[in-house]
């Protein structure tokens, strides 16, 4: 009669004791008690956790095999924080066989959500093998999201996008930006194709995309990706040394990074920010700001106002 008690007891001590061996990272990644919210992308409802992490310069190394192990820590971290989302691109030198690397040597690839880009102006020749490099990079079969990459011809179409979503070769499409010179362009784009995910450069010290992307894409039933979130660590060089404000508490920010994060995932229109982390206690510190409570419209206003004088 006591069987299963006892059995649930040994599960119990077994776990406890597996815990005790793991790096500090990783417990402190596994020992949130609360897990990383989720955002519905909106053509398909499917969830998506709202920290994940971009591999621009940091992803891109080779015969390094402290940056690599540091690397994987960092997937590690994000998986075990309740994290999925992994950006990254052909023209990020060779971030794409990094993550490749790293995840079929953790063996989480049915963990990920895995997202990459091709040259937009790029012929449908040229675009193809591009899209084979990157599964293969990649070690998959298909990549979870293709982006055409800072897109600036206001005439850009979907078509080959959606032939390889069709094709299987990607679940979902989109398009990215990080250059306000191309809003105008993208943002008719955004308009006529409503696809499913839109990236743009965001941040508290950058905020032009409030005026007419985010609202755009909102419109458009785009799930929103933002990318630069700290600005190229602009925000953290103003910042310097200065406390948090009092009210940062309010909306549970305890470090520069989560505050900054938050002020992000408070916007209505936005799905997940993507980061560039090469440190586990820092993928630690971004999936924090997506726990608990985020600022709400008046806590917006407060915070803009509060940044603006430190400028």
Same mark, same amino acid.
């Given at each position: 009669m006591n069987?299963p008690? /006892?059995?649930q007891?040994?599960?119990?001590?077994?776990?406890?004791a597996?815990?005790?061996?793991l790096p500090w990272?990783? $417990?402190?990644?596994l020992?949130?008690?609360?897990?990383?919210m989720?955002?519905? =992308?909106?053509h398909?409802?499917e969830?998506?956790?709202?920290?994940? =992490?971009?591999?621009?310069?940091?992803?891109d190394? *080779?015969?390094d095999? *402290?940056?690599?192990?540091?690397?994987?820590?960092?997937?590690?971290a994000?998986?075990?924080?309740?994290g999925s989302?992994?950006?990254?691109?052909?023209?990020?030198?060779r971030?794409?066989?990094?993550?490749?690397?790293?995840?079929?040597r953790l063996?989480?690839?049915?963990?990920? %959500?895995?997202?990459?880009?091709?040259?937009?102006? #790029?012929d449908?020749?040229?675009?193809?093998?591009?899209?084979? /490099?990157s599964l293969?990079r990649? #070690?998959? #079969?298909?990549?979870?999201?293709?982006q055409?990459?800072?897109?600036?011809?206001?005439?850009y179409d979907f078509g080959?996008?959606?032939?390889?979503?069709?094709?299987?070769?990607?679940r979902?499409?989109?398009?990215?930006t990080?250059?306000?010179?191309?809003?105008e362009?993208?943002g008719?784009?955004l308009?006529?194709?409503?696809?499913?995910?839109?990236?743009?450069?965001?941040?508290?010290g950058?905020?032009?995309?409030?005026?007419r992307?985010?609202p755009?894409?909102?419109d458009?039933?785009a799930?929103?990706?933002?990318?630069l979130? %700290?600005?190229?660590?602009?925000?953290?060089?103003?910042a310097?040394?200065?406390?948090?404000?009092?009210?940062?508490? *309010? %909306?549970g920010?305890?470090?520069?990074a #989560?505050?900054?994060?938050?002020?992000?995932?408070?916007?209505?229109?936005?799905?997940?920010?993507i980061?560039g982390?090469d440190?586990?206690?820092?993928?630690?510190?971004?999936l924090q700001?997506?726990?608990?409570?985020?600022?709400?419209?008046?806590?917006r206003q407060?915070i803009? $106002?509060?940044?603006e004088?430190?400028?």
């Amino acid at each position: 009669m006591n069987t299963p008690v /006892n059995a649930q007891r040994r599960r119990v001590l077994a776990a406890g004791a597996a815990l005790a061996t793991l790096p500090w990272w990783l $417990k402190e990644a596994l020992a949130a008690d609360t897990p990383v919210m989720t955002r519905p =992308i909106p053509h398909s409802g499917e969830p998506l956790p709202i920290i994940g =992490i971009g591999t621009a310069i940091i992803f891109d190394f *080779e015969n390094d095999a *402290e940056k690599f192990a540091e690397r994987s820590k960092v997937i590690q971290a994000l998986i075990a924080g309740g994290g999925s989302l992994i950006d990254t691109a052909h023209s990020y030198g060779r971030a794409e066989d990094r993550v490749g690397d790293i995840v079929a040597r953790l063996g989480v690839r049915d963990k990920l %959500f895995l997202a990459t880009k091709y040259s937009f102006a #790029q012929d449908k020749a040229a675009a193809t093998a591009s899209l084979q /490099n990157s599964l293969r990079r990649l #070690q998959t #079969q298909r990549v979870d999201l293709m982006q055409a990459w800072n897109v600036r011809d206001e005439h850009y179409d979907f078509g080959l996008l959606r032939e390889w979503k069709q094709q299987g070769l990607c679940r979902y499409v989109g398009m990215t930006t990080s250059n306000e010179r191309a809003y105008e362009a993208i943002g008719k784009v955004l308009v006529r194709e409503k696809p499913d995910f839109f990236q743009v450069n965001y941040s508290l010290g950058d905020r032009v995309a409030e005026e007419r992307l985010l609202p755009a894409a909102r419109d458009a039933g785009a799930a929103v990706l933002v990318n630069l979130p %700290f600005g190229r660590n602009s925000l953290f060089r103003t910042a310097g040394k200065r406390p948090l404000p009092d009210f940062a508490a *309010e %909306f549970g920010a305890k470090t520069w990074a #989560q505050f900054f994060l938050k002020f992000i995932l408070s916007h209505p229109a936005v799905t997940a920010v993507i980061p560039g982390t090469d440190r586990p206690e820092y993928m630690i510190d971004n999936l924090q700001a997506g726990r608990g409570s985020m600022p709400d419209a008046a806590m917006r206003q407060r915070i803009v $106002k509060y940044w603006e004088t430190l400028g």
